[in-house]
């Protein structure tokens, strides 16, 4: 069964750069939820979309922005990165906005290196 | 690499009743399982977390218990209210504190009957 798809898997940026990253949900999977989890910290909850919406938002920076197409895929836009920003970023999917059936696919993330 | 199973995936029980929610994990090594509700639309809340030097740590009406030795860990919430309605989530971690990794199972939708 095809499962939440990220890309890219790792990436090396530099500081001050921007960085997109990307999420493709799990076909009629129709909300995305994007987390930051940086070294030995929990996953922190960045920003949720729903049908093309933003649902929810959480610790994101306002050096990052997100979008969901009508495709369904979701892209996280950083800028100005900074060396916190070093992170692993995960997004999952969900029909509906999660009280639903099937609960929640993870993808298995971006890890993000800020140099 | 690691895996987390979470049983059931949808469970449904009467208001006042409890709620017990199962989870196994694959990686002895594992040392940290937080607890995950998500309501709709929001983001995951950690509601309790327990580490592996601890068998058993309550918070009011929820309470989780951890067997090392048959790597399972549970969720039981007693006197179920309708606010309890969510999804709930298991994770495991080998990290040192919260986590450097966290393996999260597939989540269980709880709906409390009125």
């Known amino acids: 069964a095809a499962g939440v798809i990220q890309s890219p898997r790792h990436l090396i940026k530099e500081k001050r750069e921007t960085a997109t990253l990307k999420c493709y949900p799990i076909?009629?999977?129709?909300?995305v939820y994007w987390y930051q989890q940086g070294p030995g910290q929990d996953p922190q909850f960045l920003i949720s979309?729903?049908?093309?919406?933003?649902?929810d938002k959480g610790s994101i920076p306002d050096r990052f922005s997100a979008q969901q197409f009508s495709d369904y895929h979701s892209e996280l836009n950083m800028s100005s990165l900074e060396l916190g920003d070093s992170a692993l970023y995960f997004c999952?999917?969900?029909?509906?906005?999660?009280?639903?059936?099937?609960?929640?696919?993870f993808g298995s993330g971006t890890r993000l290196t800020v140099v | 690499g690691e895996n987390v199973e979470q049983h059931p995936s949808t469970l449904s029980v009467q208001e006042g009743d409890s709620a017990v929610i199962k989870c196994t994990y694959s990686?002895?090594?594992?040392?940290?399982f937080p607890w995950y509700k998500q309501e709709l639309g929001k983001r995951p809340q950690l509601i309790i977390d327990?580490?592996?030097?601890?068998g058993e740590k309550k918070d009011q009406r929820i309470a989780v218990t951890l067997n090392k030795t048959a790597k399972h860990f549970s969720l039981h919430i007693t006197e179920t209210q309708p606010e309890d309605s969510a999804v709930y989530f298991c994770?495991?971690?080998?990290?040192?504190?919260?986590?450097?990794?966290?393996?999260f199972g597939s989540g269980t939708r709880l709906s409390i009957r009125p």
């Open positions: 999952a999917s969900s029909a509906g906005t999660g009280v639903r059936e099937g609960g929640y696919t």
């Open positions: 076909p009629r999977h129709d909300t």
């Open positions: 979309f729903y049908e093309k919406m933003q649902s």
């Open positions: 990686d002895s090594a594992s040392n940290y």
């Open positions: 327990i580490r592996s030097n601890v």
């Open positions: 994770a495991a971690s080998k990290g040192r504190s919260s986590a450097s990794k966290i393996i």
